[in-house]
């Protein structure tokens, strides 16, 4: 099986900046396309980002295009989200998640979840 979780969530003001951290363990997603996704209390899961097993096609949603940015280190097996210029609409819950074949933005398509990090962003 492979098991991912999340890290680097926390409580910050708006205009600050996270950095999410999703480490894999029990196989290797070398070749895996990676995605983040987010749900706050009471509303359905959205995409955010995800990037592709090459680590050269990167793909936002509207909300965060400009601000955050995916990236990869595969030695590492590790999945990054560099989140800037946040606003309290970002409070959410952050799951990663990993599947073979390309990057899409539909969490159905996606094989492996983490267990998701508290990201909150205060006025």
């Known amino acids: 099986q492979v098991q991912l979780v999340e890290s680097g969530g926390g409580l910050v003001q708006a205009g600050d900046s996270l950095r ?3 480490v894999a363990s029990g196989r290797t997603f070398a070749s895996y396309a990676l995605g983040w996704f987010r749900q706050a209390p009471g509303k359905e899961r959205e995409f955010v980002a995800a990037i592709g097993w090459s680590g ?4 936002y949603a509207d909300s965060v295009k400009g601000r955050f940015t995916i990236s ?5 097996n590790v999945v990054y989200l560099q989140m800037n210029s946040l606003k309290p609409e970002d409070t959410a819950v952050y799951y990663c998640a990993a599947r073979r074949r390309g990057a899409t933005t539909t969490a159905a398509a996606y094989e492996y979840w983490g267990q998701g990090t508290q990201v909150t962003i205060s006025s």
Do not use: G, N, P, W
């Not at 050269?56 to 793909?59: D, E, F, G, V």
């Open 20 to 22: 999410l951290s999703c």
């Open 56 to 59: 050269t096609s990167t793909y």
């Open 72 to 76: 990869r280190d595969k030695a590492k």
